[in-house]
């Protein structure tokens, strides 16, 4: 039924019109910017609802321009989604007219009527959106506490684990209601706790303490009776919060990078610069980036060239003997089951932790290599422990990306405790599909 009462598309006659807008339906239906002007039951279980657009509303100015239509080009029939509305399952007819905007500056030239219900472009209600999106939330919710009690109810015991901690957020601050001081009430950090041998995120924790990662190993003794191994970066916060009997693993990748940090403090000491830009020594980058590279992967012209130009000068000799430093940790790492694949001899690594020490005490005189040198002695056990182990924190790394990754896809989370379920469920996918088969050919195997 037409807004004017003409027939329209064929449809039946409504049961029950009003006399132009009724205000009775417009409030039952509840939708900003429209009234309702007949209702009519479908053949179905719908329930057709024909509005109009209210005058009120101001759906003839031009959002382009802001100047109000005078001329109307056609009237046209929308049907966006709605809501139920109780047990009656709605379907909209709205009836809407496109006018023309006589607004000779505006580039605009025709526009149809919209309503804050319904913007523009969109195929439903703005409360059609509100309550599949609270539905969505409540499924998942409800799908992730059954999967995560699942997986920690049958994920096999880990028996190394690496800790890392990415920034989950802002952090907030309240007040202490006995003291009135300002207390931190949520972190900007959450602390990962990952499985390193089957994968998979074992539990997180806000903040970034030795408490926070203690707490997270004694909540999950199901997980974690069997831990043997534990793997992190080389922060000092970390080792202390260790338990007593793990064997502490250094992450190889941060010893190299804390190599290269050494690098780059002695050129900002030395403020080294040469004479000639990378392009006229025949280097494809700035020779401070070329210091980064592994040894192996520079060819012996580019070698030839930059091992020229450092020794030219006394602070080009320094950072010349950084670099000798960082390439015999290099050495000492490569002696990693992952690299070589066979288990090294812990004499050949003795002797290459020694090599290093000899490296370190020839260029004693430069302060970066001391700080370096200093830097292994402190983690001398846990550097050990990573070339005989072959454990390295890299899977960690990998789902803190991850994490990142769906913090961005959400545009960030308000409350600690979802965006930890949201994480905990993308980061265990592999392992709880592997555990779902696992139980399901268990079930389908004859007695």
Request: hydrophobic share 40%; glycine share 8%; with cysteine.
């Given at each position: 039924m037409?807004?004017t009462?003409?027939?329209?598309?064929?449809?039946?006659?409504?049961?029950?019109a009003?006399?132009?807008a009724c205000?009775?339906g417009t409030?039952l239906?509840?939708?900003?910017?429209?009234r309702v002007?007949?209702v009519?039951p479908?053949d179905g279980?719908?329930?057709?609802v024909?509005v109009v657009t209210d005058p009120?509303a101001?759906?003839?100015?031009?959002?382009g321009?802001g100047?109000?239509?005078?001329?109307g080009?056609?009237q046209?029939?929308?049907a966006?989604?709605d809501?139920?509305?109780?047990?009656a399952q709605?379907?909209l007819?709205?009836?809407?007219?496109r006018w023309?905007?006589?607004?000779?500056d505006?580039r605009?030239?025709?526009?149809?009527?919209?309503?804050a219900a319904?913007?523009?472009?969109?195929?439903?209600?703005?409360?059609?959106r509100?309550?599949l999106?609270?539905?969505?939330?409540?499924?998942?919710t409800?799908y992730?506490g059954t999967e995560?009690?699942t997986?920690a109810?049958h994920?096999?015991?880990a028996?190394?684990?690496?800790v890392?901690?990415f920034?989950?957020?802002?952090?907030a601050h309240?007040?202490d209601?006995?003291?009135?001081?300002?207390l931190?009430t949520?972190?900007?950090w959450?602390?990962?706790l990952?499985?390193?041998?089957?994968?998979?995120?074992?539990?997180?924790?806000e903040g970034?303490t030795?408490a926070v990662e203690?707490?997270?190993?004694?909540r999950?003794?199901g997980?974690?009776h069997q831990?043997?191994?534990?793997?992190?970066?080389?922060?000092?916060?970390?080792r202390?919060?260790?338990p007593?009997?793990?064997?502490v693993v250094?992450?190889p990748?941060h010893l190299v990078?804390i190599?290269n940090r050494?690098?780059?403090?002695?050129?900002?000491?030395?403020?080294?610069?040469?004479?000639?830009?990378?392009?006229?020594?025949?280097?494809?980058?700035?020779?401070h980036?070329?210091?980064?590279?592994?040894?192996?992967d520079?060819?012996?012209e580019?070698l030839?060239?930059?091992i020229?130009?450092l020794d030219?000068?006394?602070a080009g000799?320094?950072i010349l003997?950084?670099w000798?430093?960082?390439?015999?940790l290099?050495?000492l790492?490569?002696?990693?089951?992952?690299?070589t694949?066979?288990?090294?001899a812990p004499?050949?690594?003795r002797?290459r932790?020694?090599t290093?020490y000899?490296?370190?005490?020839?260029?004693?005189v430069?302060?970066?290599v001391a700080?370096?040198?200093r830097t292994?002695?402190?983690w001398?056990?846990?550097?050990i422990?990573?070339?005989l182990?072959?454990y390295?924190?890299a899977?960690?790394?990998?789902h803190?990306?991850t994490?990142?990754?769906v913090a961005?896809?959400?545009?960030?989370?308000?409350?600690?405790?979802h965006?930890?379920?949201?994480?905990?469920?993308a980061t265990?996918?592999k392992?709880?599909?592997?555990i779902r088969c696992c139980?399901s050919?268990?079930?389908?195997r004859?007695?």
């Amino acid at each position: 039924m037409h807004a004017t009462g003409t027939g329209h598309g064929g449809q039946p006659a409504p049961v029950a019109a009003c006399a132009g807008a009724c205000p009775a339906g417009t409030a039952l239906l509840g939708l900003d910017g429209v009234r309702v002007v007949a209702v009519t039951p479908d053949d179905g279980d719908w329930t057709v609802v024909d509005v109009v657009t209210d005058p009120a509303a101001g759906a003839d100015v031009c959002p382009g321009c802001g100047v109000t239509a005078l001329r109307g080009k056609e009237q046209v029939v929308t049907a966006p989604k709605d809501a139920y509305l109780g047990d009656a399952q709605i379907r909209l007819r709205w009836h809407k007219t496109r006018w023309f905007c006589d607004n000779e500056d505006c580039r605009r030239r025709s526009f149809t009527e919209a309503a804050a219900a319904v913007p523009p472009r969109c195929r439903m209600t703005t409360r059609m959106r509100h309550r599949l999106g609270a539905c969505v939330g409540d499924a998942f919710t409800s799908y992730a506490g059954t999967e995560l009690a699942t997986l920690a109810g049958h994920a096999p015991p880990a028996l190394a684990a690496g800790v890392d901690e990415f920034r989950r957020g802002k952090p907030a601050h309240g007040t202490d209601p006995g003291t009135g001081e300002q207390l931190k009430t949520r972190s900007e950090w959450f602390t990962h706790l990952v499985d390193l041998d089957h994968g998979g995120t074992i539990d997180l924790a806000e903040g970034r303490t030795a408490a926070v990662e203690t707490g997270l190993i004694e909540r999950n003794p199901g997980r974690l009776h069997q831990l043997r191994y534990l793997a992190m970066d080389c922060p000092d916060t970390y080792r202390s919060g260790a338990p007593e009997g793990v064997i502490v693993v250094a992450d190889p990748f941060h010893l190299v990078k804390i190599a290269n940090r050494k690098i780059d403090e002695a050129f900002r000491r030395l403020a080294y610069r040469t004479r000639t830009g990378h392009a006229g020594l025949g280097l494809p980058r700035p020779l401070h980036h070329m210091l980064r590279y592994n040894v192996e992967d520079v060819s012996q012209e580019h070698l030839r060239k930059i091992i020229e130009v450092l020794d030219a000068t006394d602070a080009g000799r320094q950072i010349l003997c950084c670099w000798i430093v960082k390439e015999e940790l290099r050495r000492l790492l490569a002696l990693r089951i992952t690299k070589t694949h066979a288990s090294p001899a812990p004499s050949a690594v003795r002797d290459r932790l020694a090599t290093f020490y000899l490296a370190c005490a020839d260029a004693a005189v430069v302060p970066e290599v001391a700080s370096l040198a200093r830097t292994i002695e402190k983690w001398q056990e846990p550097v050990i422990n990573a070339v005989l182990t072959g454990y390295s924190n890299a899977k960690a790394e990998a789902h803190n990306r991850t994490a990142k990754l769906v913090a961005r896809t959400a545009r960030g989370f308000a409350s600690p405790e979802h965006q930890k379920q949201r994480v905990h469920m993308a980061t265990t996918r592999k392992l709880r599909l592997a555990i779902r088969c696992c139980r399901s050919q268990t079930v389908a195997r004859p007695p």
